[in-house]
């Protein structure tokens, strides 16, 4: 028979699992020649429009192990390239890889990347004034 572990030691693996994972998270994300690029579209990041791309200093986020989060340190702004309605996020690392895709919304709302308004002008500066990733 296999080891099969039981629920609650295999819950207390998990929950153990997951610092070190978010700080390996947040490592790759500041990692690399360049800050990190965070890229709002209009529609899935596949196939939708890219709005505006945003540069993510290191120090424009910080690791919360209490909550075992990444969150952001503070406002950060891009200038918007295309008119449209914000509603998702590619994030990319310090090298310009892929790192993960995440929800959109306004600062009421409850997207992993908060807006000061998701309606983008041309011209006009897209603000985030929270981001919140999850370990």
């Known amino acids: 028979m296999a080891l099969v572990l039981a629920p609650t030691h295999q819950a207390a693996r998990q929950q153990a699992s997951r ?11 500041v990692s690399g020649p360049g800050p990190a690029l965070i890229q709002l ?36 702004e891009g200038v918007v390239m ?3 309605q914000a509603e998702h996020a590619r994030i990319l690392d310090g090298a310009g890889n892929w790192w993960a895709d995440a929800s959109v919304s306004e600062e009421a709302g409850d997207g992993d990347i908060r ?12 603000q985030i004034t929270s981001i919140v990733i999850g370990g």
């Open 19 to 29: 610092l070190p994972a978010l700080m390996a998270s947040s490592e790759l994300l």
């Open 41 to 76: 579209f209009s529609g899935d990041p596949d196939s939708g429009s890219r709005l505006a791309d945003i540069a993510m200093p290191a120090d424009a986020l910080v690791l919360d192990q209490a909550a075992l989060q990444i969150q952001g340190a503070g406002i950060i």
């Open 115 to 126: 807006l000061q308004t998701t309606t983008l002008q041309l011209g006009a500066y897209a």
């Open 82 to 84: 295309v008119e449209g």
